[in-house]
């Protein structure tokens, strides 16, 4: 089995903090990779100043250069929207590999806001990355009402693959604070860089 973890997200655009986060999961948690799944369209965000899906590729392909990261658009293969949707697809499809939920404090403010958000903690354990000062504001989300009783000790972290589920681990790091709220504020046609050029999945391997 092939420890893998999954960072999806909009990457609208990709940035250095996606790079940290996911470069200090593979690290913590003995990953053999990390696959960032680009969303092909978030239900909780606005579609309103979302670039296309093969931009916002582009940018996690280039962000992710030289380093055991693997962006994926294989949520518009799957036709999955939600979170859930798409990890019994991964499962199907990638049986050889052990997958890990990898969220920042933010996302596990709103994960009771996610479709069937309990079902999927019944699927994959959960990595949350903290900041350091956050691990209270984590633990006080509305989800952990019910996670709570889940939660790992943070120093079991690389024995993952032997939790039984549902599982929670929180990790504190130091991720990046670039946002890209404000690199789009920066640079509003950044997307125009990546238009250009045919994609190839790093996982599907498919083109477009």
Partial sequence: MTPTGLLGGSFNPAHRGHRAISLFALDRFALAEVWWLVSPGNPLKPVKGM????????????VARRARIRPTAIEREFGTRYTVD??????RRYPKRRFLWLMGADNLAQFHQWRDWRRIAQIVPIAVIARPGYDRQARRAPAMAWLRRFVRPAVQARNWTNWSLPALVIIASRPDPTSATALRALEPSWSDTYLTTCRRDAVSHRSF
């Fill in 86 to 91: 798409t990890l019994r697809a991964l499962k």
């Fill in 51 to 62: 670039a296309p899906l093969s931009a916002r590729l582009g940018s996690a392909q280039a």
